[in-house]
């Protein structure tokens, strides 16, 4: 009779390590300027971990810089926009894109400001099946319109904002931060950034 061949051993996925995730090169930490690697450790120590975003800008520290400090003036700087209604804004312009790193990462946000994963997910999907209030609905329009079509915006856009409760301040930030996603969301799909795994489960 003949013996029964063993079944092979079923070996552990390969987990692709966040340094293999990134298309370009990149430094090692201590090639970088003490600058960028006090952020660095602050990120490491705030959050677990380095964002694949920053160390992809990290091979020109000017850039990293200038794109730091706007991320940081529009999503976190004084403004009529909350923090969630900012990251919703970022995720509704990464669905459009298809942006697989933004809608990651932001869809996180999304989750963890607002204790809501359901909500999340909504607006990675389909922010128009959400249960959003009027304000932020007409917001999230505006921001769908200049994502797909930014060459039909008219006046009338701006005043359907105006009626909904936002400031021609709020409309400037809202419209910033559209353009500020949509700039990034081409640079993550032109060298296929790829989220850190840490995103995934994040505040499910």
Known sequence: MAKA???????????????????????ARDKLDPATQAYFAKCDEKIGFVPNVLLSYSFDQKKLRAFSEMYNE???GESGLSKLEREMIAVVVSSI??????LTA???AVRQISGDPKLGELMVMNYRAADLAPKIRAALDFV??????????????????RKAGWSDRD?????????????SNRMAAAIEMQPNDEYHGAFR
């Open 144 to 161: 769908a319109k200049l994502t797909e079509t930014p060459a039909k915006m008219v006046e009338a856009d701006r005043e359907a904002l």
């Open 171 to 183: 409309i400037w930030d809202i419209a910033a931060t559209v353009s500020f996603y949509n700039m």
């Open 5 to 27: 061949k063993a079944a092979p051993k079923k070996t552990a996925p390969k987990k692709t390590t966040r340094a293999h995730a990134l298309k370009i090169p990149v430094p």
């Open 97 to 102: 894109n298809h942006c697989f790193y933004c």
């Open 74 to 76: 529009l999503m976190l």
């Open 106 to 108: 932001h869809g996180a």
